[in-house]
């Protein structure tokens, strides 16, 4: 019998004498019913082998007589071996198989073929490799329950590009001009991405921020998370003016969850491309082959809003020296079909649809401009961004759809206020020894007061907590109770010492936390209690009283209080007091220790003040320096201007002379000509 394809061929015995050999006979198909998919299973059952052993050759023949008694004619043939089925077609561009709604876009099992399929997409190592799925693109994703939050995330990055030159982030709303689909754009001109720092940030958990200080993003995942929030695809193009005697790159990169599960791919594909500076012009920079690039590129094309090379290298254009343009494009849809994000209820603005916006607290907001960013910053990207940094720097603008998102500071919206150093309690989880300055770095000064809008008793209270500059809990309500308990109390902080969670919208849940917490409640209590009267709550009689008022009832209390205790003290025959001492020297010890305690309040509340004199101080100095750069700059223009005007006037003015110089000469040559001709006229009469 002749051999299966593929299978290696028995070797029969002759006759007598014969060596053993061995006759191998596949008897099973390769496919049972409960193999499991091909693409996550492995290869499912093996195939059974029958291995029938033989020595001489009359044995042989003796078994081959048994068996074909045994078997009906033609059983002991081999198998034809199954044909593959041909591929699928793929589908048509015009329909979408991808779901737009972003919560049910981790439904995609991919069917990847282990043993065949593209060889370019295998590890050239030859060794195995981690394979990561395009699912894991979504669920990755999920840890952004917040569109607005994924938002901040790039807000983020551009901020830290502050250290490297930029001095605006922009935020638009695009066209694809493929389908008419609205894109989003966020463009900064930070210091851009070479082709490595590209391959990094298109590399899931890859951050070189960890090891700079001061920085907002810390993991390596804040790109992803939220691109993939926003939408199932984004276009990465950054250009790197090339420090350090480098010349200068350009990238293009494309994330796409629509390609990847199109396209049936079971690991994620990143297509990117770069280009080098020339002597005049961009040339195209290779990583491996050409042929790899030209791959790269048409993927690009393919899968992204544009439709050739030229499309895409004019987008460089708004980018100038360096920079970085992020385009999401393909965004998610909620169930009824439309985009998740609105741009049409304010041309200036970016909304997103659903619970987070209630038209309730848009009329609030209305009615109560003191406290709309509370009612809005839920589902308004112009109003949570512009509260969403503690301090932004001079010379950098957060630009929303051609506008300037100005900054808030909440403070501004508090009256009555208070100052409070919160200090975090000494615990085992930190070392005995510990540095007092880091003890003092950890200290937070806790502004809390009622909100300007609070005699309307409007519903709003909770505590803005900053980490690194940065809002990670806005108007965290601490004080859970229903009611009227705490109603229009707010308060800013900044903590440092408690780690924020991986989408930055919360903080870890450590002891550190659960003792802040405790704290602030703690401290809105109190503050509640002591001014709840002046805004028209109830209160016991003592809080009923103004605050003159109530500081007076406790000076009387407490003055007839001493004197009831020095009625107490008795003197023995020497004059020496030796009845109740320690009672007077606690109450001498209290009431230092209360006017200690006013004294640090007001020298902190006077630090504070003298403080932000100075901030303001050193900003007028820097926009006068800058003022002063710039008029002696004109000056200098104007300088160079009259130089060049003088000079061009002198020569003009010499210009004009040797112009009459040669009119005079050539008239006098005219005259010599005239007399001549004259003189010869007279001969010939003559």
């Known amino acids: 019998m002749a051999p299966a394809a593929g299978e290696p061929s028995a070797a029969a015995g002759g006759g007598e004498g014969d060596t053993e050999a061995h006759a191998v006979i596949d008897v099973s198909s390769s496919e049972t019913d409960s193999d499991p998919d091909p693409g996550f299973g492995g290869a499912g059952k093996r195939p059974r082998r029958v291995v029938a052993m033989a020595g001489s050759g009359r044995e042989a023949e003796k078994r081959a ?19 593959a089925p041909p591929p699928p077609p793929p589908p048509p561009r015009g329909r979408r198989r991808v779901t737009r709604q972003f919560w049910n876009a981790g439904d995609y099992d991919g069917k990847p073929d282990l043993l065949g399929g593209d060889p370019t997409l295998r590890s050239d190592s030859g060794m195995d490799h981690i394979r990561v799925h395009p699912r894991f693109l979504h669920s990755n994703a999920t840890s952004h329950k917040w569109a607005l939050g994924a938002f901040a995330e790039l807000l983020d990055n551009s901020l830290d590009e502050v250290a490297n030159g930029a001095t605006y982030v922009n935020i638009d709303m695009l066209e694809n001009k493929k389908d008419g689909t609205r894109m989003v754009s966020v463009e900064d001109d930070g210091g851009g991405m070479d082709p490595d720092k590209m391959w990094h940030c298109m590399s899931l958990g890859y951050s070189a921020k960890s090891k700079v200080k001061d920085t907002i993003g810390q993991y390596g995942n804040g790109f992803k998370t939220s691109t993939m929030r926003l939408g199932a695809d984004v276009l990465v193009l950054s250009r790197s003016c090339g420090n350090g005697g480098r010349r200068r790159t350009q990238s293009i990169g494309m994330l796409s969850y629509t390609f990847l599960r199109e396209t049936r791919k079971d690991d994620i594909i990143v297509p ?15 990583r491996t082959t050409s042929i790899d690039w030209q791959t790269s590129l048409a993927t690009i094309i393919e899968w992204s809003p544009y439709s050739s090379e030229a499309e895409l290298l004019q987008e460089f254009s708004s980018i100038k020296e360096q920079g970085t343009r992020i385009i999401i494009y393909n965004l998610w849809e909620n169930e009824q079909g439309e985009l998740e994000l609105d741009f049409d209820t304010d041309v200036n603005d970016i909304q997103i649809r659903g619970g987070n916006r209630d038209q309730k607290n848009i009329q609030l907001a209305k009615q ?34 051609g506008k300037e998102i100005e900054h808030h500071n909440i403070i501004g919206d508090m009256m009555m206020k208070n100052h409070v150093i919160y200090k975090p309690v000494m615990t085992d989880g930190f070392p005995r020894d510990i540095d007092v300055k880091i003890t003092s770095s950890m200290m937070t000064d806790v502004t809390i007061g009622f909100v300007k809008d609070a005699k309307h008793h409007i519903p709003i209270q909770g505590f803005n907590v900053y980490h690194k500059n940065r809002l990670i809990k806005p108007f965290w309500r601490v004080w859970a109770l229903p009611g009227i308990q705490g109603r229009g109390v707010i308060g800013v902080l900044e903590v440092n010492f408690v780690e924020p969670a991986h989408d930055k919208q919360d903080f870890e849940r450590t002891n550190s936390l659960a003792r802040l917490e405790a704290r602030l409640n703690l401290m809105q209590k109190k503050y509640w209690s002591d001014n709840c009267h002046r805004i028209g709550y109830g209160g016991n009689s003592a809080n009923r009283k103004s605050g003159r008022e109530y500081k007076m009832t406790v000076s009387v209390e407490m003055t007839s209080h001493l004197r009831k205790t020095e009625r107490n003290v008795t003197n023995n025959g020497d004059g020496q007091t030796v009845d109740n001492p320690e009672t007077v020297i606690k109450l001498l010890t209290d009431e230092n220790s209360s006017l200690k305690e006013s004294i640090m309040k007001m020298e902190e509340s006077l630090s504070r003040e003298l403080h932000i004199e100075r901030d303001k101080n050193k900003s007028l100095i820097e926009r006068l320096e800058n003022v002063q750069k710039q008029l002696e700059t004109a000056n200098k223009e104007q300088e160079a201007l009259v130089d060049i005007f003088t000079e061009e006037r002198a020569r003009r003015d010499q210009e004009v002379e040797n112009q009459r110089t040669k009119l005079k000469e050539a008239s006098s040559t005219i005259q010599n000509l005239l007399d001549q001709l004259n003189a010869a006229r007279s001969c010939r009469k003559n």
């Open 272 to 286: 990117m491309i770069d280009y080098e500076k020339g002597q005049q012009y961009w040339k195209r920079m290779m």
């Open 368 to 401: 109560f401009p003191n406290s709309r960013h509370f009612f809005t910053y839920r589902h308004s990207l112009q109003s949570y961004a512009s509260i969403l940094y503690l301090r932004v720097p001079s010379v950098f603008q957060m630009i929303l759809r």
């Open 65 to 83: 007589r048994i068996l074909a008694a045994a078997v009906p004619p033609g059983f002991l043939d081999p198998l034809p071996r199954p044909s």
